[in-house]
């Protein structure tokens, strides 16, 4: 009896983790199904889920009309680049903050969240007179520079929490065998804490990825990843979906992929210190 | 399809390679004709081997965005920039853009037309030459009227789109009389309201720079406008803008259909609409006050103050708004698809008339708007939807929301003239209206 109460709670709840899944995936799934029709079957009034002409013909039009892999290697150096660099930096904060802490490191923590609170346009001029005139204005480096600073406080906000969990007396231990800082948290403290790095590490790339203020506004020709390839399938006069969904399919494809067979690492990551 | 598409990434992978030269780096939308110049660009290169062409497409507002934050830091990102007619008068009383004094002996200025050319001058200095204009028409289905027993008159007036709308709609075959803009911006339902509040004598702002929201010319439009789009527009019009009413009426589900003479070539291609065959067009309405609801725009090319590469974008944006352009597009592209509306040797062609059913009555629309004379009463602005200040942009979407509202039914008409009205005085206070 019991055990048919329990098997009816899990499907009960199975049901909802897929109805809640479905739910957030189906706009991805839209958009790859639009990327597949054509303009006017992708705004039609009575739209079909499956049954429309199968065409290609947008991602032959995108492949054409935009340097898709310019675009996409931008991609991958501002994402990854400012991930690794951001790690350089976070790595240390974060053992500093979690293995010797003071009476200030909760509120230099919040404050470093409440980096975050700030709209990105309330910051806009002054960053941008300053790559002006370090002449970052449209290249890589400027970007991974201000991705790295953008997403700081959730890479050490993530590193501190799970650093957090490692018994202090395995770097003790290092100490007592005459262990200094540096290679305490290289040969100690890094082989323990790597799933939790690597997960910080994936989803920081995944941020970058997608992030389409900065991105947008401080590229022009030369390092535009691929969220402004996305922008510019917008058309003020013309129909454009199917060759934007087209656009988008191709742009979040990779980190999709990415995210598919790193998702354990990443809800090992994300839920670490959640139950205790 | 599948070869193609190889051929595609193989192209797209060229395209990816770097190249050598000055390189002119154009801002431009993601609009049909950029796209075409865009793709054709490669004869100016092969003619220009020390220049290189770099393209950054971006959606109208971002660009809008990113080139004014470029431009007013001097940042000099850009070459080339695709800017509207709104703009051009602004940005150049600010010193952002280069007088364009270079463009070739034989690019006939002369040929531009009077009306288009004259809103990209500023103190007797050309600032942007066009590269497609647009006004504003009546687009409608010809079995649609025959049907309902009406013959649309070249010249109409309010009250017989009201009746003609009336009469072409079926809400159960989900055909709808008549598509407006709803979506509140100051390019989108404010440019179209402000064409039709001229046609009925109202302003943005008396000689003195007051608002008039609260005059009875405003109540008329905007309850001919509400009226129009509640009884016989489509379920969610407050959210449609050109593209929403495009896809409605080129899958045959409006009757009539009043918006950019661009739109012309859209609805009669078959390859894009449903109903290619059964559009005719007609003079944006009146209401017997000697002005009629069609606005005036034009896409323009300009060079940005902070250039580097003045001399080399001067002889790209000379190239793409020539006459020899347009027969590379009509050689390549068609006849019927060259960038409309900029020069008059264009509507001097027979075989373009005749290839565009659309052609004299853009022509005719874009020369009886008239920006510095736009309604019954005088005006102390310049500009036919829009008012040329720099605060018209954030207030004309801010009038925009409210006029949006009313078609949403979310408040009345009188509501959302009240709120515009006091948008607007606390607007034009806070900028120091009026200006000596």
Redesign the interface.
């Known amino acids: 009896m019991r055990q048919s109460q329990l098997l009816r709670q899990k499907m009960v709840y199975s049901l909802l983790a897929w109805t809640v899944g479905i739910a957030i995936f189906f706009p991805i799934l839209w958009t790859v199904f639009t990327s597949f029709k054509t ?2 079957e992708a ?3 009575e739209p079909s889920f499956l049954m429309f002409d199968w ?3 947008n ?12 675009h996409f ?1 931008n991609s991958v150096v501002i994402s990854i680049g400012s991930s690794l660099l951001g790690l350089l930096i976070a790595i240390p904060a974060a053992w500093a903050m979690a293995f010797v802490p003071n009476k200030r490191t909760k509120d230099v923590l919040m404050w470093m969240l409440s980096t975050k609170m700030l709209p990105p346009v309330g910051v ?2 002054p960053i ?2 300053l790559f ?1 005139d370090f002449d970052l ?2 290249t890589k480096l400027g970007l991974v520079i201000v991705m790295t600073l953008i997403n700081l406080p959730i890479m050490i906000w993530m590193l501190y929490t799970y650093f957090r969990e490692i018994p202090s007396e395995v770097l003790e231990a290092a100490r007592m065998d005459g262990a200094t800082i540096g290679s305490e948290i290289v040969h100690v403290l890094l082989p323990i804490a790597l799933p939790g790095i690597a997960s910080t590490l994936l989803l920081n790339i995944i941020l970058s990825w997608n992030e389409a203020f900065w991105t ?2 401080l590229t ?3 390092a ?1 990843p691929l969220t ?1 390839f996305i ?10 979906y199917a060759k934007l969904s087209a656009a988008s399919t191709l742009a979040i494809a990779p980190i999709l992929i990415i995210g598919w067979f790193s998702q354990k690492q990443l809800v090992r990551g994300l839920t670490f210190g959640a139950v205790k | 399809m599948i070869r193609r598409l190889t051929t595609s990434i193989c192209s797209a992978l060229l395209l990816s390679m770097p190249v050598a030269a000055e390189t002119v780096t154009i801002a431009t939308v993601n609009n049909g004709d950029m796209v075409t110049m865009k793709n054709l660009s490669k004869a100016f290169t092969d003619a220009n081997p020390d220049i290189s062409l770099e393209w950054v497409t971006l959606e109208e507002n971002i660009l809008r965005q990113r080139v004014t934050t470029d431009i007013a830091t001097g940042s000099g990102q850009y070459d080339v920039v695709t800017i509207g007619t709104y703009e051009v008068p602004i940005w150049a009383r600010q010193g952002w853009l280069e007088p364009l004094n270079n463009l070739g002996e034989d690019y006939d200025l002369d040929d531009i037309l009077p009306s288009i050319r004259g809103g990209l001058s500023y103190q007797d200095n050309l600032y942007a030459v066009p590269f497609y204009a647009e006004s504003s028409m009546v687009i409608y289905r010809t079995d649609l009227m025959e049907k309902a027993g009406l013959a649309m008159p070249e010249k109409p007036t309010w009250d017989f789109i009201e009746q003609a709308a009336k009469a072409m709609t079926n809400k159960d075959q989900g055909v709808y009389g008549i598509c407006l803009r709803g979506k509140a911006g100051w390019g989108e339902n404010t440019a179209l309201i402000t064409s039709i509040a001229n046609s009925f004598g109202a302003r943005w702002f008396d000689e003195q720079w007051k608002p008039q929201f609260n005059t009875p010319e405003w109540q008329k439009t905007l309850e001919v406008y509400t009226n129009l789009m509640l009884k016989y527009g489509p379920p969610g019009a407050s959210s449609n803008g050109f593209n929403e009413n495009l896809a409605l009426f080129q899958t045959g589900k409006c009757g009539i259909w009043i918006d950019a003479t661009v739109a012309g070539s859209f609805v009669t291609n078959p390859e894009e609409s449903t109903v290619a065959d059964k559009v005719g067009f007609a003079l944006a309405p009146d209401a017997g006050l000697g002005k009629r609801a069609n606005w005036l725009w034009a896409w323009n090319l300009a060079i940005p103050s902070s250039t580097d590469s003045k001399a080399a974008a001067e002889k790209f944006v000379s190239w793409a708004t020539s006459k020899g352009y347009l027969d590379l597009v009509a050689q390549e592209k068609g006849l019927a698809n060259v960038p409309p509306g900029t020069r008059a040797s264009l509507y001097a062609n027979e075989a373009y008339l005749k290839a565009a059913p659309f052609a004299q009555m853009t022509l005719d629309s874009i020369k009886l708007a008239n920006p510095n004379n736009p309604t019954v009463k005088p005006v102390p602005y310049v500009g036919v939807q829009f008012v040329a200040i720099p605060e018209f942009q954030g207030l004309g979407t801010a009038v925009g929301q409210q006029f949006s509202a009313a078609v949403a039914g979310n408040v009345t008409p009188a509501q959302a003239l009240k709120t515009a009205q006091r948008l607007a005085e606390r607007t034009m206070r806070k900028a120091g209206y009026p200006k000596n």
């Open positions: 303009e006017l705004v039609a009034t065409t290609l013909e991602y032959s039009t995108v492949f054409i009309e935009s340097r898709y892999f310019t290697w806009l001029v941008y007179l002006r204005l449209d947008l506004i022009a020709a030369k535009a402004a922008a510019s399938y917008s058309s003020p006069e013309g129909l454009f």
